[in-house]
């Protein structure tokens, strides 16, 4: 299994939800119970921004200077059903999936990349 190994801008946001079944019974109570074995569900919107090349460097600080293509790449190959391995800022090392990349061309061969980080769950 691969492993996502960019560099992402340091303006990251993650949001985590829960997955619950509510049944309102009358007078405000509602009973509620968790649905399914993973009710938990954690996001996190990334932005990566560089050059667009075929030359794949991974190791720039903080998203500059690195390959952008590269990402586009990566996400590609997972085409939004594979998962893959990357350790989330606040250190969840976990499997992963992502359908969305939206570019942005800013000049010459810049580029930048938002992509949101879906976690899955395998059994």
Not at 38 to 50: E, F, H, I, P, Y
Not at 95 to 122: H, N, Q
Request: hydrophobic share 35%; proline share 4%.
């Amino acid at each position: 299994m691969e492993r996502f190994s960019y560099k992402t801008r340091v303006e990251q946001s993650g949001q985590t939800s829960y997955a619950v079944l509510s049944a309102p019974m009358g007078d405000g109570y509602v009973q509620r119970a968790p649905d399914g074995i993973n009710t938990r569900g954690d996001s996190w919107d990334l932005t990566a921004r560089g050059i667009w090349s075929n030359l794949v460097d991974p190791t720039c600080v903080n998203g500059l200077g690195q390959d952008v293509r590269g990402i586009s790449d990566f996400i590609d190959r997972h085409a939004g059903y594979k998962s893959f391995q990357w350790t989330a800022p606040d250190g969840t090392d976990a499997l992963w999936t992502c359908t969305d990349v939206a570019k942005v061309k800013e000049s010459g061969r810049i580029m930048s990349l938002t992509f949101t980080f879906i976690r899955t769950y395998v059994p």
